[in-house]
């Protein structure tokens, strides 16, 4: 009898043992399984948030024109063009509100988040030009433009066989009080098997006129898909974003002085360049009236103007002629350039919360081709479960 | 009489421990059974996503049938190149209604092999109705893999 009771009891050890080992060696067997589903769990919820961002216009459809802009007002979310009978072609306004430096108003990333159901998840998007392209500044004289463009994949590696630059010059010049904005152009200049060219020009300065500032403006294309991008060549102030900040919504062009704008003297709208895709327009010419004036003052805050059509002239970027105080040089013509960061050739350089990606342990990348002002752009999303 | 009583609880040892391994074997067994989400297959229902989606961006810019019509392989193929991911091959043929290859030179980026290795190629059709107010189909099918 006692023997039996051993034998059981050595059983029960036995069978303990096995079942300890079981559930430690059973769930490592299915832990791939229960990686590949959670993995594939993380992607359908990217795959539905993009779907959701890219081919969805929100509610009200006309959220991003909204002005002024409320973000309590959006019921739902959506960047897509509310009138496009094509799929990805997205509403430059709305993609303008994910910029967090819109002075104009911007969705702030939790209510985006709230609106797509995505409670629990982190996301981070970026609207970016389809290739790399970076410049050098190779003269500092600033009559004598010398620049080298360097275009390349997002890899990397050399654009093959070749991208092509045309290069646009806007540049001001003042005599005495009067202020003159010109346009220059150097066109068709290709990149090498490297991927770089050089574009250089001399300005074309009357006699008796001084040069003020210079913009000059890149449109780089690969087989006809475009990018756009602006620099200064000179630059009366510091921080260009001093004399005015320039945004777009709809067909009305705002100019506003940023809050550390110094020094704050009153400031006139001489004129005004649209650039688009493929062209390059005089938009307005100023009249120094307080219809152009724009100060600190009550009343003048805000310089807004509606350009009937604008919207369908795909704007990108729009430079501006300011005659304004330049820090210890008296006034004089300045330029100042905007939407950020059409300037820099993205739509959103980084929306959401970027840095929470590092900390996850399991992240989704997708990205999708998208028309925004005509142009091709890649937008590419982040997805990632946060920690409880 | 004989004794069996003494051997009753070895036996139910030796049972138990061979139930248990039954259990962990049908365990295993079923395990490789299971359904679960493969990676390849969201690999090509991605890549076919985002293959249709670079033609029709290209389309839809007016681009894709100037390039195809007036054979501008070259500048397709440099399209394709910045709109596609970088670490995404493709091969693209275009064929005409009776099923002759239009493009004379090959449209591809990567090593042109592993679509025949690789177990995940996603393949993407794509129709032009014509060019210019001209009806004159061209069937595009394009291959994507990761590469």
């Known amino acids: ?388 | 009489m004989r004794r069996t009583k003494g051997i009753d609880g070895q036996m139910r040892i030796i049972e138990a421990i061979l139930a248990s391994f039954v259990i962990l074997f049908a365990t295993t067994f079923i395990n490789t059974f299971a359904v679960t989400p493969s990676s390849l297959t969201y690999e090509t229902g991605e890549l076919e996503k985002v293959g249709h989606n670079v033609l029709h961006d290209l389309d839809e810019q007016r681009l894709l049938a100037r390039f195809v019509y007036n054979e501008e392989w070259g500048n397709l193929t440099a399209a394709l190149m910045v709109c596609l991911p970088p670490d995404v091959y493709f091969s693209l043929t275009v064929y005409d209604l009776d099923g002759s290859v239009v493009n004379n030179m090959p449209i591809y980026y990567g090593d042109p092999e592993v679509f025949t290795t690789s177990s995940s190629v996603a393949s993407v059709t794509y129709i032009i109705p014509g060019y210019q107010a001209t009806y004159d189909p061209r069937i595009l099918i394009l291959q994507l893999v990761r590469g």
Not at chain 1, 147 to 153: E, G, R, S, V, W
Not at chain 1, 186 to 199: K, W
């Open chain 1, 1 to 388: 009898m006692a023997g039996e009771i051993y034998d059981y009891i050595a059983g029960l050890i036995a069978v303990g043992m096995i079942f300890v080992s079981a559930v430690m060696v059973i769930p490592n067997m299915s832990y791939v399984n229960v990686l590949c589903v959670d993995q594939q769990q993380l992607r359908n919820t990217a795959l539905e948030t993009l779907k959701a961002m890219l081919l969805e216009p929100g509610y009200p459809a006309d959220w991003g024109m909204r002005d002024p802009f409320d973000q309590d007002e959006v019921r739902r979310f959506g960047l897509a063009y509310p009138d496009s009978p094509s799929f990805h072609v997205l509403d430059p306004n709305k993609v303008q509100r994910l910029v967090e430096e819109n002075p104009m108003g911007y969705i702030e990333y939790g209510k985006v988040r709230e609106l797509l159901g995505l409670e629990g998840y982190g996301f981070s998007l970026s609207i970016l030009p389809p290739f790399n392209v970076t410049w050098t500044k190779n003269s500092e004289d600033d009559e004598n433009l010398n620049f080298t463009i360097k275009t390349l994949q997002n890899d990397g590696k050399p654009i093959r066989p070749k991208a092509n630059v045309d290069t646009t010059i806007v540049y001001t010049t003042k005599k005495g009080n009067t202020a003159m904005l010109y346009l220059d152009f150097v066109n068709g200049i290709s990149t090498n098997p490297l991927g770089e060219c050089t574009i250089t020009k001399t300005l074309s300065v009357p006699p008796g006129e001084e040069l003020q500032d210079v913009i000059v403006v890149f449109r780089v294309s690969v087989a006809d898909v475009a990018a756009v991008m602006a620099t200064y060549q000179k630059c009366q102030s510091e921080e260009f974003a001093e004399i005015a900040e320039i945004n777009i919504v709809g067909e009305n062009v705002t100019l506003t002085i940023p809050p550390e704008a110094q020094p704050r003297d009153a400031r006139w709208v001489d004129g005004m360049i649209v650039v688009s895709g493929s062209k390059v327009m005089f938009l307005h010419n100023g009249t120094r009236s307080n219809d152009d004036k724009l100060t600190w003052g009550q009343g003048y805050k805000v310089w807004e103007r509606r350009f009937k059509g604008l919207e369908s002239y795909n704007p990108v970027l729009i430079i501006g002629g300011i005659w304004a105080v330049a820090e210890g040089e008296g006034r004089a013509e300045l330029l100042a350039m905007g939407p950020y960061p059409n300037l820099l050739g993205s739509r959103v350089l980084k929306y959401g919360d970027a840095p929470g990606a590092r900390s996850a342990t399991s992240i989704v990348k997708l990205q999708r081709a998208v028309v925004i002002s005509g142009m091709t752009y890649i937008a590419e999303i982040t997805l990632w479960k946060e920690f409880q």
